[in-house]
């Protein structure tokens, strides 16, 4: 079930609230702990070490291949963790080798313990009941002909007693979990977050203060969470738990549909119809319904719809349905009962159907891409730029050359407008399985036509051609491509306006053939861009008027434009960038009733399907570098 908002937390994740400091999803200890980077300059190293840091990891760390190698550093604690860097994972290409070598630990000159880290979790305790004073640590790293390599991220020191709490996370398409969040409450408090998962064997493991017991909500997005309680840790032994298995968020998961899809997403305006092709086998369709949530709270519809028998094939059926004159605005799942023996189920398909208010006459997108989203803490990252886009209010986001698209489906799941994504050089093999063919394209009215490509333009261009002779007839025609340098024949011929990629050499903003379009690239992989444009050509891509930068927005950092929910009907907006946001979007979600804002004016208006609760969308100019409040007042 679909659970979205255009602000930035309030409104979603009732049922998995992540570990927030002001916005970002952090490494967080209890109070006293000390964590001290493998990489710092008090660590002093003998033999070969590379400071490493995998693809925007969540920190840095040091590795090595060379037998005997070493770390020294003195520290000052009664008890002392070490946290190892993650497996880099094989499904990555250039990732380097997984650490399969052995790890000594001597504290004091004394060895304390023996690891061998691909077979460990990411923490184990060093010592502990220290005394108080100053210790030196030594890690020894030994390879044998066929193992070797070892990966130090930090170290932790604490004046309590420590113990370590262990057990294994494996989950549902288990070949794309690589890590996980591990959100550690007691009495509802967080005291811990932390990134962690050995994705060669699902081992996980994390240091917590001994004689307590705590609640840990592991998180993955594009998986269901799971809580669990711990049992008490025992300072001398470590803790244990059954394991953990994280089911594939039905936000993310297609079942039995063909059409429509993600990445092949209609958008319709109330009162028109759409063709949907599923797998109906020979079963009986009791109900058509579009259905979206949020913050718990359902809206949805029953469609009519009219079956194209002549369309069907063995298990496939096709049906026109139409929508509903008062159908609410907003992304939803497409869902079909079917009922027949052992066929009864609910066919599924989740954000395939956008409704929109109009159809855009200038569209405005938010582009990125190549932001190496291979695991959780760097798909938390593509999430906060999503809510950006919602609170920003664009007609459609546009993302190139991903990698993992697993964690990226659940990271984008709560965007409020349709998107298109395709997978480059470092993509996770699979990807079709959630996104389709590496060609496609939707229509956004008649008058947009956004192609998708993912392979290289040295590939046969007779299928774009193709696709793109379909649409002639739209006006503004733009490609979300892998690379840039598509034809400049076929850019003249089809007259488009825009093509974004993420990926190859240039100048990123550039215009090529007569037509001329515009090429939009992606700069870095800590910004997005927005991109406007005005009678079907591109007027802007860059921030705050510079001639080619990007929205800067770094990995670590507080979303500089989101929205803090006071109540339910009471917003502060704060925008730190030094640019405006015109017709900005806020969605409140009030006890039903009529409303009047302080200020920017009602947008959409939406009664919950128990009549309850109002989705109110309101519409706003925001100011650079502002801080503005909406208050709904009754009426």
């Known amino acids: 079930m679909r659970c979205f908002t255009f602000v930035y937390v309030l409104l979603c994740f009732v049922h998995s609230a992540p570990a927030l400091a002001d916005g970002v999803l952090t490494q967080r200890y209890p109070a006293g702990w000390k964590s001290t980077l493998a990489t710092d300059s008090s660590v002093t190293t003998q033999g070969v070490w590379v400071d490493d840091r995998f693809r925007f990891a969540d920190a840095p760390h040091r590795y090595t291949v060379d037998d ?11 008890s002392l963790v070490i946290r190892l860097a993650g497996q880099n994972t094989s499904s990555y290409p250039g990732t380097g080798l997984p650490s399969h070598g052995k790890l000594s630990v001597y504290v004091d000159g004394e060895l304390s313990n023996t690891v061998y880290p691909a077979r460990e979790g990411r923490e184990f305790i060093a010592a ?190 096709q049906i026109v349905i139409t929508l509903p004159d008062d159908t609410p605005p907003g992304v939803y799942d497409l869902e079909i009962d079917i009922v027949g023996g052992r066929r009864t189920s609910t066919c599924r398909s989740p954000s395939s159907v956008v409704i929109v208010k109009e159809y855009p006459k200038h569209p405005r997108f938010i582009t990125f891409g190549h932001l190496d989203t291979s695991g959780q803490y760097q798909a938390e990252y593509v999430q906060r730029i999503a809510t950006m886009a919602n609170i920003i209010g664009v007609d459609m986001v546009l993302a190139s050359n991903s990698v993992n698209a697993a964690y990226l489906s659940g990271a984008l799941s709560n965007l409020q407008m349709p998107y298109l994504i395709n ?36 590939e046969p261009i007779e299928p774009v051609v193709a696709k793109l002779e379909k649409h002639r007839h739209a006006k503004t025609k733009v490609i979300n491509a892998f690379e840039h340098n598509a034809p400049d024949a076929l850019l003249d011929e089809f007259r488009i306006a825009l093509i974004h990629d993420a990926h190859g050499p240039g100048d990123k903003l550039m215009k090529m053939g007569n037509t001329p379009t515009q090429r939009v690239g992606k700069s870095n992989s800590i910004s997005f ?19 080619t930068a990007p929205i800067p927005f770094a990995r670590d950092e507080q979303p500089p434009l989101r929205v803090q929910m006071l109540s339910s009907t009471k917003a502060t ?41 109002a989705e109110v969308v309101v519409e706003i100019d925001l100011e650079a570098s502002s801080t503005s409040s909406i208050t709904l007042t009754p009426q």
């Open 573 to 613: 907006i704060i925008n730190e960038y030094k640019q405006p946001f015109p017709k900005a979007k806020i969605t409140f979600l009030a006890p039903q009733g009529k409303y009047v804002p302080t200020q920017g004016i009602i947008k959409s208006f939406s009664l919950s399907d128990n009549g309850r609760y």
């Open 128 to 317: 502990t009941n220290l005394a108080s004073g100053t210790h030196e640590l030594l890690l020894v790293h030994t390879t044998t002909p066929d193992s070797k390599g070892v990966r130090v991220e930090s170290f932790l020191t604490a004046d309590q007693p420590l113990g370590i709490f262990s057990f294994a996370v494996t989950a549902e398409l288990q070949e794309y979990l690589n890590d996980v969040r591990f959100i550690v409450s007691k009495e509802g408090r967080i005291v811990r977050s932390s990134v962690g998962r050995n994705w060669l064997t699902g081992n996980c493991s994390i240091s917590l203060p001994a004689g307590q017991a705590f609640d840990i909500r592991i998180e993955a997005l594009g998986w269901d969470s799971q809580l669990i309680t711990t049992p008490i840790i025992n300072q001398n032994t470590p803790s244990n738990s059954p394991p953990v298995y994280l089911r594939r968020s039905p936000n993310t998961t297609q079942y039995r549909f063909r059409s429509p899809r993600l990445n092949d997403q209609s958008i319709r305006q109330p009162g028109e119809d759409f063709t949907a092709r599923f797998l109906g086998f020979d079963a009986k369709i009791n109900e058509v319904r579009i259905r979206r949530q949020n913050g718990g709270v359902i809206f949805s519809r029953v469609l009519s719809y009219i079956e194209d028998t002549e369309k069907a094939f063995y298990y496939d059926r």
């Open 423 to 458: 997978f480059g050089n470092h993509q996770v093999y699979g990807h079709h399985r959630w996104y389709g063919p590496d060609l496609g394209g939707v229509n956004f009215g008649s008058n947009l036509f956004v192609l998708n490509y993912g392979l290289p333009w040295h």
């Open 68 to 78: 005997q190698a070493s770390l020294k550093w003195n520290f000052s604690g009664t």
């Open 529 to 547: 861009r927005l991109v406007e444009l005005f009678g079907g050509k591109v007027i802007n891509a860059t921030y705050n008027k510079h001639p």
